[in-house]
């Protein structure tokens, strides 16, 4: 990708889509940290100010969906510039879910303001840094084109749903043998289940990365696998002298 | 005559071109090409200008022999009959192999009908009777009968240059080809009248080969099932055109049609 199209203007229009998304990814981000940090310190403040940062994202999604719009209508873009569009399409509204899926968090520390944690917050904080971690390198190996990267976010999911199995039974337990304890416990078993569908998005995000920079589809490979021999045909090209 | 390997087994082929080169005087201007044409599709050739692309369509008809200096290497088969071999007659040749041009170039001084059964003049086998029904089969198929059924004897200059495209098309049609070259056969006209011949083109894909050659990425994308892209003379890829035009195998390619070229 280190040639520049000749046409300047349409290289500044890509500039720019690029640009937009990376600053809603970054506001994404921060609202992922700040929405379990306002959960465990009981910030409603916080909390308040990450609801409100969820207009901005909301903005930018429709923002880059209609430069989108605009550069397919206007340059009718082709192989990884057609790519980078579709993905870009697709990119927003996983990172748009994302925040929604923070400023659930937020309601919840607001609603959970007065009470008392049922235990200090441990996997819960710990799976926000995963998430976080997942949608930052998703991002930088999008701006990178580096499909290893994308592809280690992809394998980190796992990890990720494996503690929110491990949060589900603890909290499971608790409420089992305390009745007193299953309204906050449902609130807690929610917040985990927000963080590991974050963990979806971001796993999506780091699959339409692949795609970008490989142009190979990696999504659903284990449900796909066998039912098609190939999304092309082969190619009819003449076999190449001496083959 | 012994086959290589790979000639053998290409029957699903309307052309097989194996290890084409061609010159004007000095110049090489096609290198090596491989490369086979599947019947009933249509397959496009892009690449800049300069690029070998009219010259390789040009060598499908025996047209590149027309210029003088002018000489190829190498084997194209039209269904496994050696094209260039010295028993083929390059005028009933090309009767299989059709072309379109670029500027459509109906006869000035013919009518739309006499334009239309031209070729089958030239070639003497205008048949006694039944040249009505060739003419109408022809303008039907070049989707321009409905048109111009009330003017046959006007002259076919008169139409519009659109309309004069697709006289050029049924006068191609008329001598029943098996393949159709069209090298850039929209490049003079508006888009109502390129939309007209790229539906054609869909059409025409059931009964003939289509090889087109265009500028026109977005014309190549929509039209073509396979697309070639020539560069300087080789062919980089070729491949189906869903494929190259989403995600192209070589970076050249990528480079071309995403307009990051010179």
């Known amino acids: 990708m280190g040639k520049l199209h ?71 873009p082709m192989a990884s510039d057609l790519r980078f569009i579709t ?79 491990r949060v589900f039974r603890e909290l499971l337990s608790t409420m089992l043998h305390d009745g007193s304890k299953v309204e906050r416990g449902i609130h807690a078993q929610s917040v985990a289940k927000w963080l590991e569908r974050m963990g979806d998005h971001a796993t999506n995000l780091a699959e339409q990365v692949v795609f970008m920079v490989k142009g190979k589809d990696i999504r659903h490979l284990t449900t796909l696998e066998g039912s098609s021999p190939a999304a092309s045909p082969a190619p009819s090209a003449a076999p190449a002298k001496g083959a | 005559m012994a086959a290589p390997q790979n000639e053998v087994a290409v029957a699903p ?34 690449g800049p200008s300069g690029c070998g692309k009219s010259t390789f369509i040009r060598c499908l008809n025996r047209m590149h022999e027309l210029v003088a ?13 050696d094209v260039y071999d010295g028993r083929i007659d390059p005028v009933l040749l090309r009767r299989r192999v059709g072309m379109v041009f670029q500027k459509p170039n109906p006869f000035p001084s013919m009518s739309v009908r006499e334009n239309v059964l031209a070729g089958l003049r030239l070639t003497r086998s205008l048949p006694e009777e039944g040249g009505d029904e060739i003419v109408e089969r022809a303008l039907s198929r070049a989707a321009l009968w409905d048109e111009v059924k009330d003017r046959l004897e006007d002259p ?4 519009s240059v659109g309309q004069q495209q697709r006289l050029c098309i049924a006068r191609a049609l008329a001598v029943n080809p098996d393949v159709l070259l069209m090298d850039e056969p929209c490049s003079a006209l508006d888009p109502i009248a390129t939309a007209k011949i790229e539906d054609l083109i869909h059409s025409l894909k059931q009964s003939y080969t289509i090889v087109i050659v265009t500028h026109s990425m977005q014309q190549a994308a929509r039209v073509s099932d396979r697309t070639a892209f ?13 494929r190259i035009f989403t995600s192209p195998r070589d970076s050249r390619t990528e480079d071309y049609i995403t307009g990051k070229f010179g």
């Open chain 1, 87 to 165: 993905l870009s399409l697709k990119m927003v509204t996983d990172l748009e879910r994302i925040g929604d899926l923070a400023v659930n968090i937020c309601e919840r520390a607001i609603d959970l303001d007065q009470e008392a944690p049922l235990k200090p917050w441990v996997d819960v904080p710990r799976m926000a840094n995963i998430v976080q971690a997942m949608v930052r390198d998703a991002i930088d190996a999008f701006v990178a084109g580096d499909a290893e990267r994308a592809q280690s976010v992809v394998e980190r999911d796992a990890s990720l749903d494996e503690l929110y199995t």
């Open chain 2, 230 to 242: 020539f560069l300087s003379g080789n062919l980089i890829e070729f491949s189906a055109t869903d």
């Open chain 2, 69 to 81: 200096s002018a000489r190829i290497e190498g084997k194209i088969r039209l269904d496994g009959e």
């Open chain 1, 6 to 76: 000749t046409d300047r203007e349409y290289e500044n229009e890509l500039k720019k889509l690029r640009e937009r998304l990376l600053r809603m990814a970054g506001r994404v981000e921060e609202m992922i940290a700040d929405s379990v940090r306002s959960l465990v310190e009981q910030d409603v403040a916080l909390a308040r100010r990450t609801i409100e940062a969820d207009h901005q994202v909301d903005r930018a999604e429709v923002e880059v969906d209609e430069l989108c719009l605009v550069i397919l209508a206007k340059r009718q």
């Open chain 2, 156 to 159: 076919g200059v008169g139409l």
């Open chain 2, 13 to 46: 082929h309307k052309f097989a071109v194996r290890a084409l080169s061609a010159w004007f005087g000095d110049k090489r201007v096609l290198h090596d090409i491989h490369l086979n044409i599947a019947a009933h599709e249509a397959t496009a050739v892009i």
